[in-house]
């Protein structure tokens, strides 16, 4: 069987449910530099869990859209939005929304101290909650979240040379940690501008040395 084909075949069976939704008791990691597509993908992950009951994003740089959660597939009376930029604040704000909410998808400031968001995602398994956590600096700390999803090339499709219509951005993820079994995999979300993103069926495993912070 060529490589290839081999590092299909060990992908586990429920790898793309990963994105598909947030998982209950969880912590997703969504690691990248702005404009790579991740914001989207966070709100996407919350139109699982919204038909449970409401969800709430922790929006720390005040840049948030409502309608974009809402192109993204949660209705909007299930939506929260809260506005916290105050690093000091913002940790009892996240732990507040997962006491009483099934999914939350917080931006974390820089400087966030590691203990604080362990906590954190102690908490969210113990209330079985899906926490997703956007780092808006940096990586989250070794071993926290179940599964991260590191933005590496982000490309659009539809423009031509100075013009053209825009019609669908490819997400190059790499997926690392205990939801992938431990070993890196490389995946393409596909947006075009639908409520529901696309994984491409091909998956393949990421090049040794690539690990995730």
Do not use: D, I, K, Q
């Given at each position: 069987m060529p490589e290839a084909a081999r590092a299909e075949?060990?992908?586990?069976?429920?790898?793309?449910?990963?994105?598909?939704?947030a998982e209950p008791g969880r912590v997703l990691g969504l690691v990248g530099p702005p404009g790579s597509g991740l914001t989207r993908l966070?709100?996407?992950?919350l139109a699982d869990p919204a038909r449970r009951g409401p969800v709430a994003v922790v929006d720390v740089r005040g840049w948030l859209c409502p309608p974009a959660a809402w192109e993204a597939g949660v209705p909007p009376e299930r939506l929260v939005v809260v506005r916290c930029a105050e690093r000091d604040l913002w940790a009892r704000v996240t732990a507040a929304l997962l006491e009483g909410l099934p999914a939350?998808?917080?931006?974390?400031?820089?400087?966030?101290?590691?203990?604080?968001?362990?906590?954190?995602?102690?908490l969210a398994r113990s209330r079985r909650a899906a926490l997703i956590l956007r780092p808006l600096r940096g990586d989250l700390p070794s071993g926290l979240a179940h599964l991260n999803l590191v933005g590496?090339?982000?490309?659009?499709?539809?423009?031509?040379?100075?013009?053209?219509?825009?019609?669908?951005?490819?997400?190059t993820l790499r997926a690392a940690g205990r939801g992938v079994g431990g070993i890196d995999r490389v995946l393409e979300v596909v947006d075009d501008g639908t409520d529901?993103?696309?994984?491409?069926?091909?998956?393949?495993?990421?090049p040794a040395g690539r690990a995730a912070g």
């Open positions: 075949a060990a992908v586990p069976e429920a790898f793309p449910r990963a994105v598909a939704g966070g709100l996407s992950l939350v998808y917080a931006e974390v400031p820089a400087g966030v101290n590691e203990a604080v968001l362990r906590r954190l995602g102690a590496e090339v982000v490309r659009w499709e539809g423009a031509g040379p100075g013009h053209g219509r825009l019609t669908r951005r490819w997400l529901a993103l696309r994984v491409v069926p091909r998956l393949a495993a990421a």
